[in-house]
T-cell receptor, first 110, second 114 residues
């Protein structure tokens, strides 16, 4: 059901930027890109979302390519607490059903 | 602000037994969701409520799973009878409304079926 493709796992050094890619080549014009993360033994947590413009908030930045077929979540200065599974989700704004794939396991190492 | 509460946090039962999970969403949140998360996979939506009405239950195995949200606040999810493949974490989430971006998740209930 999920319409996104993400790497299974990635490593990042503490203090460096973590760049998590997501491929959504079949995205429709009215579908948004959302990112959630799930820290071990917790429920998922919302990070950021966007339609076609790049977005930034206090947690992360979202870069969406011009053709909208892929995006990158950027954690500018990763800490050990950012170790989690990161899910990239596409969803029509007015339809609240989320399809979570298997996500990317980000390991932040000291 | 209190988050989404779930109980119990852990449950171990034998196959063919029954089990029930409880969820209390964030106050004022009209939309409530139940997800099933099998180890190593992302969460899968089982059922979505808008107030006390069901919006989507297309992925709920209705022969054994049931859920209700009688007064549009708390919700219970029941499995009767349980199978080995029901072993998973059951997550409850809530949001202000259907078109709202952010879902707030509870800590989940980890079910083990022996």
């Amino acid at each position: 059901d999920a319409k996104t493709t993400q790497p299974t796992s990635m490593d990042c050094a503490e203090g460096r930027a973590a760049n998590l890619p997501c491929n959504h080549s079949t995205i429709s014009g009215n579908e948004y890109v959302y990112w959630y993360r799930q820290i071990h033994s917790q429920g998922p947590q919302y990070i950021i979302h966007g339609l076609k413009n790049n977005e930034t908030n206090e947690m992360a930045s979202l870069i969406i390519t011009e053709d909208r077929k892929s995006s990158t979540l950027i954690l500018p200065h990763a800490t050990l607490r950012d170790t989690a599974v990161y899910y990239c989700i596409v969803r029509v704004a007015s339809f609240n059903k989320f399809y979570f794939g298997s996500g990317t396991k980000l390991n932040v190492k000291p | 602000e209190a988050g989404v509460a779930q109980s119990p946090r852990y449950k171990i039962i034998e196959k063919r037994q029954s089990v029930a999970f409880w969820c209390n969403p964030i106050s004022g949140h009209a939309t409530l969701y139940w997800y099933q998360q099998i180890l190593g996979q992302g969460p899968k939506l089982l059922i979505q409520f808008q107030n006390n009405g069901v919006v989507d239950d297309s992925q709920l195995p209705k022969d054994r799973f049931s859920a209700e949200r009688l007064k549009g606040v708390d919700s219970t999810l029941k499995i009767q009878p349980a199978k080995l493949e029901d072993s998973a974490v059951y997550l409850c989430a809530s949001s202000l409304g259907q078109g709202v971006i952010e879902q707030f998740f509870g800590p989940g209930t980890r079910l083990t079926v022996l």
